[in-house]
């Protein structure tokens, strides 16, 4: 049964800095490529940032580029996704998901990051 558990939300002030993790179980930690979502309340879900499990390889939003990290660490069968300089506008549901299970439609519960002003 593969699963994907997004953590680490919470509430900051725009400005500070989160660290989310996704903690993978169930598939082969070694190929494909895990992705972090997020939904603001009234938006549609989007992409935020990717990284393939095969070679580290990863991609970012411009709206995340040069603030967000994320990273895996193939031993934990984790991702991270480090956020620093938070705006208000990042506030969202964030999910992460294999490109796999994004294709298939599921998603697990996400994790709720709230930035302030």
């Known amino acids: 049964d593969v699963q994907l558990q997004a953590s680490g939300g919470g509430l900051v002030q725009a400005g500070e800095s989160l660290r989310l993790s996704c903690a993978a179980s169930?598939?082969?930690?070694?190929?494909?490529?895990i992705i972090w979502f997020r939904q603001a309340p009234g938006k549609e879900r989007e992409g935020v940032s990717c990284v393939s499990l095969r070679d580290g390889d990863t991609d970012y939003a411009d709206s995340v580029k040069g603030r967000f990290t994320i990273s895996a660490d193939n031993a934990k069968n984790t991702v991270y996704l480090q956020m620093d300089s938070l705006r208000t506008e990042d506030t969202g549901v964030y999910f992460c998901n294999s490109d796999l299970q994004t294709n298939y439609g599921y998603w697990g519960q996400g994790t709720l990051v709230t930035v302030s002003s």
């Open positions: 169930g598939f082969t930690f070694d190929d494909g490529a």
